[in-house]
């Protein structure tokens, strides 16, 4: 792997040694690098920036998650049926094809979608059970789980409290600034080293 921004950085000799190698220090890379650690691997992250956390780091923090613990503590319903043409008209509307077994899909793409119902719950209680987020669901001002964006759409069946975020010390839910500090505290603690200023130009 060369790691550098210019010509006077491919003359330096960079070496390491490690399992994984996560380019990106925003939520998505640690979640990979947070997974590997915990499962015995040994990771280094780069992060081409000065700073971690990326565009995380300047989110609202919110992550959709179907069908998860907080709406099914509440009594909530999502059945996969719903997510999965929600899922499918927004994220490939030039594609959706609401009469079609994979709703006008790819394979891929309809096994992409599926799969994250199937499991983007469990990586949120795995996430608690390590101690690596808490989660909150989002509660708007009527004190109910909030409902998703584009209501007007006849996919969007008014299923409630898919956004959670991380919960602060203080117990309210909060943004990307410590959703990043609780990966990062996390992989601190567990020696995934962070290598800033460092952008993977060839692997």
Known sequence: MQVGGGDAMNH???KHETDVVVVGSGAAGHAAAITARYHGAEVIMLEKGPFAGGT???SGGGFWIPNNRFQR???IEDPKEDALRYMARLSYPHLYN?????LGLPEREYNLISTYYDTASKMVDFFWDIGAVK????????GQPQVDYMDHLPENKQIRGRVLYSVSPEGTMSYGGEL?????AWADTHTIPLLLNHRATKI
């Open 180 to 184: 990043m500090r609780q990966l990062r």
């Open 12 to 14: 330096l000799e960079w």
């Open 56 to 58: 995380t780091l300047r």
């Open 98 to 102: 609401p009469d079609d077994p994979r």
């Open 135 to 142: 989660s909150i669901q989002e509660i708007n001002w009527t």
């Open 73 to 75: 503590e509440r009594g």
